[in-house]
């Protein structure tokens, strides 16, 4: 494992993809209970995809499910395909198979988005469960995100109109290459999050990685993303071509 510097965060290399699962599971471990040292709850969204889906499976086995305090973690989603529940395209069922139902969380402390509502009802009802749960200026304590081949992070997908929303905390998106309704956390909350934890692998991500991290050719969403402390975990594969990596 090598560690490394960008304007973006810290970059920490792993040799394979299922390094950098453990090494994100570790890091939720150590940010939850870092945040659970001061705090009574710990806020904390999740991510889509499939490097996210292996994290959860760790988290949820018994190596790892017992080094968090579960009944203190409340769950919220960065992003959500406009499907139902049972959808097998939808985060919520993709989390609640691999981590949710398999960790003893309390009691109304897993807040998913209704993809099953129309885009702007589901974005304009996410919002208020935001504001009511974490206030009118959300600051997550613990932010997942992966990242596409296209450097899209959560549904912050390239030349959508969501990338410039700076007033609206969730906001639903069009994604034309899709052609399929999103709802999304947009940037302000984001990066307004204490710890937000990239997990980005494999040889189809090192196009993005190094235009995000290098930040020199054009903007890359998930560089819209500037949280305080922000980590980057990712392996060999997609660093390939990072010019920092060294
Ligand atoms: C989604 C995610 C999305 C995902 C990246 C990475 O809804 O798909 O929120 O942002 O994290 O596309 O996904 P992979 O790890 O599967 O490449």
């Known amino acids: ?19 950098v699962a453990h090494g994100a599971a570790d890091a939720f471990v150590e940010i939850v209970a870092g945040v659970l040292g001061d705090h009574e709850v710990v806020r904390v969204a999740l991510a889509g995809g499939s490097t996210p889906k292996a994290m959860y499976r760790l988290l949820a086995s018994p190596a790892y499910r017992e080094r968090v305090d579960w009944k203190r973690v409340e769950i ?18 993709m989390a609640r198979e691999a981590l949710l139902d398999h960790v003893p969380l309390g009691a109304d402390r897993v807040h998913r988005i209704l993809g099953e509502r129309s885009p702007p009802e589901a974005a304009s009802a996410y919002q208020q469960t935001l504001i009511r749960v974490a206030g009118e200026k959300p600051r997550l304590d613990l932010v997942l995100l992966g990242m596409g081949p296209d450097g899209h992070t959560a549904s912050l997908f390239p030349g959508t109109p969501v990338l410039d929303e700076r ?80």
């Open 167 to 246: 007033s609206l905390l969730v906001a639903p998106v069009w994604v034309d290459k899709l052609e399929s309704w999103r709802v999304t956390l947009t940037v302000p909350v984001l990066s307004a999050a204490a710890h937000v934890v990239i997990v980005t692998a494999g040889d189809e991500k090192a196009e993005a990685l190094a235009k995000a991290l290098d930040g020199a050719r054009g903007v890359v969403p998930i560089t819209l993303v500037r949280a305080a402390d922000q980590r980057w975990l990712v392996d060999e594969a997609a660093a390939q071509k990072w010019r920092g990596r060294d």
């Open 76 to 93: 919220f989603f960065g992003d959500e395909r406009c499907v139902p529940p049972d959808h097998p395209e939808s985060n919520y069922r």
């Open 1 to 19: 494992m090598k560690r490394s510097r960008s304007e973006y965060g810290d970059v920490i290399i792993y040799r394979e993809a299922d390094e």
